[in-house]
């Protein structure tokens, strides 16, 4: 079992940044991939970016060049550098962890807005 606890959403303005963390406890030797997807309202939710053990990442072409995903594994924990946020980034963002099981968090909320 792997649970993961995210932390740092809130409410920024456009052009800010924020900086989301995701700390795995449990089984988070097990872990191979992390990742934050994001769900707006009445969307599906999609995969944001992603980072394997070794350090790939992977990202959705609209926040390649303003977000950074990075991770820790010493302290099983992963982030995500959101810069340049734009309205159309507000969403809840939950961590996922595929050990090759898949964990969720719980969510937290990031709003972009004037």
């Known amino acids: 079992q792997v649970q993961l606890v995210e932390s740092g959403g809130g409410l920024v303005q456009p052009g800010g940044s924020l900086r989301l963390s995701c700390a795995a406890t449990?089984?988070?030797?097990?872990?191979?991939?992390m990742g934050w997807y994001r769900q707006a309202p009445g969307k599906l939710r999609e995969l944001v970016a992603s980072i394997t053990r070794e350090g790939n990442t992977r990202y959705m072409y609209s926040v390649k060049r303003r977000f950074t995903i990075s991770r820790d594994n010493a302290k099983n924990t992963v982030y995500l550098q959101m810069n340049s946020l734009q309205p159309e980034d507000t969403a809840v963002y939950y961590c996922n962890a595929y050990t090759p099981v898949t964990y969720w968090g719980q969510g937290t909320q990031v709003t972009v807005s004037s």
């Open positions: 449990g089984s988070a030797s097990s872990i191979f991939t």
